[in-house]
């Protein structure tokens, strides 16, 4: 696991470090698609958001420049954080399978990173044990696919009802960001 550390030389004030995480601004990667309900929900919850692509994850964030409290230039963690949505059992499905290469690849690039696997569905650990999905992929396949990636790449795997999935995003990255500041 990796340690969240402030490389920052600087130790921020209450007040300080609220205006830094409000300026907070999530990455979204130029390839993602079907995302409206989380950009809705930033947009609703006044969270910063804009398009770049991202070497690995679907979601990162990167904090503006603030020269008032130290910082000189924008700073991306795209490169230390990231969210991979993953919006059904299907296309995960898809991803351990035709695709493996192209999904073991990314989580390769991520591997110095903390990665996090959101799967957009509450009940798919228990569609998988009962090949609830619309694949051939057996259960057993399946889930020791998702199991090995796991304790290979130290990834973290959640489960996830689709319409919270951009407040996961949001304070995902803003507790990280919170620990690194601080």
Do not use: C
């Not at 921020?12 to 409000?22: N, V």
């Not at 991803?95 to 690039?109: A, S």
């Not at 990665?115 to 619309?134: F, S, T």
């Amino acid at each position: 696991m990796l340690a969240v550390q402030n490389k920052l030389p600087y130790r921020y004030m209450k007040t300080e470090l609220r205006q830094l995480l409000k300026s907070m601004t999530i990455l979204v990667d130029t390839q993602e698609q079907k995302n409206k309900h989380i950009t809705l929900y930033l947009s609703k919850h006044n969270t910063p958001f804009k398009s770049k692509k991202l070497e690995f994850g679907d979601y990162s964030m990167m904090l503006p420049a603030n020269e008032e409290l130290g910082i000189i230039r924008d700073i991306y963690f795209d490169n230390q954080i990231a969210i991979e949505r993953k919006s059904n059992l299907e296309e995960l499905s898809n991803n351990l399978t035709q695709g493996r290469t192209q999904f073991e690849n990314e989580l390769i690039r991520a591997s110095n990173s903390k990665l996090i696997l959101l799967i957009e569905d509450a009940r798919a650990y228990e569609k998988i044990l009962n090949h609830n999905y619309n694949t051939k992929y057996k259960p057993k396949s399946f889930l020791g696919s998702l199991m090995a990636f796991q304790a290979r790449y130290d990834i973290d795997i959640q489960f996830l009802n689709s319409s919270y999935s951009g407040n996961f995003i949001r304070w995902t990255f803003y507790y990280w960001l919170r620990e690194f500041l601080k």
